[in-house]
């Protein structure tokens, strides 16, 4: 088996070129019907995300903070089994971020072609740090304590999170505060996007832990990039096109840890003496055979067992510093309904935004710095823009789309996330005398009692879902749903 270039250079490109554009449609598919829906005013049908249930940092990140669930699933077990033989196709084929780097590399033409041969600084357009790795062990470090940070530096959550931040900003004309705190939010995003302006695909060579894990694999891979014997001159234009680093040496060496299969080599080599398959490569001349001899870097014993050890101190460091954001005061604020108790939710939450995503009403958006630092990005309600309507409008919708279980589903009788507290010098019936039951009939659970014509809540029938705070007529709204104690009912 093998993708024979030498006809039409271009052709398997371009291939991957429909391939990638496919995956990405297909990763946008969920948002694109929200947004339709958003749009319109028009019913449509939600569906859970089709990247994360394969994310194979976040599988591993759950296993170590004790959740086996994702083990029922076992598609990253699939995709790093993939990975074995194919190498890392996810980073180059199929990872929407990858395609969304390779586009933006497109557009930047101010910037010159690398240099054969330059190696110098941690991060030289020529080299690949190994930073990645120990970055990497430091995430899966944390993720003992709290699958937060994992979350906010995966790559496939970070695509997730960023088109649910570009598709609910769309709408925030009447949501205040969500371009600031969905910016912010989407930093990881935009940073990834800004380095690639300065080195193609630096994010993917110096610092993505999902790339680490696959290389740990795809370093064994068994589908080879191979030279047809007698055509390669050692002209060295693949290895100056390569994005990725993968070609080391000399124009045979591969190294089959960064090689992402993106046939950029192919498609420079004048010559169309590159090929991909299954089985070793093949050579005439004795330069190029002695490199592919040597296509992959040789590490001493020594030198693995010492960035092995390395990589578990930076592992532990991650454990021990994990839990220092939560030291800062934490303020109470509502949560979606069935979310975890604050604690847990916290450590829970991975920060994708799905809940946002599909949230009926808006009422779900990214906190800023209201549940404190340890809270940032995860969701919070604002009745103000809308309320809850768990039952029978929305069907635990949050619950469903949740892929680490922070949110449980929940029925009308089970929901109580806050309490609704009149503020009587503001309100029109209670300040003004005024005819208002606007709260009263908004409430769907019966918890707002008008008495002589003013209104009071029945704290064991409140559920806290907010029609009350959204449908008030008071500039700002005289009644205000407010976080419950913990503890209390």
């Not at 039409?8 to 948002?31: E, I, K, N, S, Y």
């Not at 832990?209 to 050692?234: D, E, M, V, Y």
């Not at 769907?444 to 009071?456: D, S």
Request: glycine share 8%.
């Amino acid at each position: 088996m093998s993708i024979q270039n030498k006809p039409r250079p271009g052709l398997a490109r371009l291939g991957r070129w429909l391939v990638q554009a496919a995956f990405l449609l297909l990763f946008l598919f969920p948002l694109a019907w929200i947004v339709y829906q958003k749009a319109t005013f028009a019913p449509a049908p939600t569906f859970t995300s089709w990247l994360l249930p394969w994310d194979p940092v976040l599988f591993v990140a759950q296993l170590l903070h004790g959740d086996f669930s994702s083990l029922v699933i076992g598609a990253p077990l699939l995709l790093l089994a993939l990975s074995l033989v194919f190498g890392r196709f996810l980073c180059g084929w199929i990872c929407p971020l990858g395609t969304l780097l390779d586009l933006t590399r497109g557009l930047v033409f101010w910037r010159k072609r690398k240099a054969p041969g330059a190696r110098r600084g941690w991060f030289a357009a020529s080299r690949n740090s190994l930073l990645r790795f120990f970055f990497l062990a430091f995430l899966l470090g944390t993720a003992l304590v709290s699958l937060k940070y994992p979350g906010l530096f995966d790559p496939l959550v970070v695509f997730q999170r960023a088109s649910t931040t570009l598709g609910q900003n769309s709408f925030s004309a009447q949501r205040p505060g969500l371009g600031a705190t969905a910016s912010l939010v989407s930093l990881v995003f935009l940073a990834t996007i800004a380095l690639e302006l300065w080195q193609p695909r630096f994010w993917c060579r110096n610092l993505c832990p999902l790339g680490a894990l696959i290389s740990l694999i795809s370093h064994f891979s068994l589908f080879k990039r191979q030279i047809s014997i007698g055509l390669c001159n050692l002209c060295q234009e693949c290895r100056r096109d390569c994005p990725m680093n993968a070609i080391p040496k000399d124009a045979a060496a591969t190294d089959y840890s960064q090689c992402t299969f993106c046939l950029e080599c192919a498609g420079s080599c004048v010559q169309g003496g590159i090929t991909f398959g299954f089985g070793q490569p093949t050579a005439a001349h004795p330069l190029v055979r002695k490199a592919a001899s040597a296509s992959s870097p040789t590490l001493t014993r020594r030198h693995l067992l010492a960035q092995a050890g390395a990589a578990c101190l930076t592992g532990l460091a991650g454990a021990a510093l994990a839990p220092l954001t939560e030291l800062a005061p934490r303020p109470a604020v509502l949560r979606p309904p069935g979310a975890m108790p604050e604690a847990e939710f916290l450590r829970a939450c991975i920060l994708c935004q799905e809940c946002v995503r599909v949230c009926p009403t808006g009422a779900l958006r990214p906190a800023l710095l209201e549940s404190g630092l340890a809270g940032l990005g995860t969701p919070v309600l604002v009745a103000r823009q809308g309320a809850c309507t768990l039952n029978p409008s929305c069907p635990d919708l949050c619950a469903r789309v949740c892929p680490v279980g922070a949110i449980q589903p929940r029925t009308l009788d089970q929901m109580k996330i806050g309490l609704a507290v009149v503020h009587r010098d503001s309100c029109l019936a209670w300040d003004q005398g005024a005819h208002c039951l606007v709260c009263v009939e908004a409430c769907l659970v019966k918890a707002a009692i008008p008495f002589n014509g003013r209104v009071t809540v029945d704290a064991e029938r409140c559920t806290g879902c907010g029609r009350c705070e959204t449908g008030c007529p008071v500039p700002g709204s005289a009644i205000h749903v407010v976080p419950l104690q913990p503890g209390k009912l």
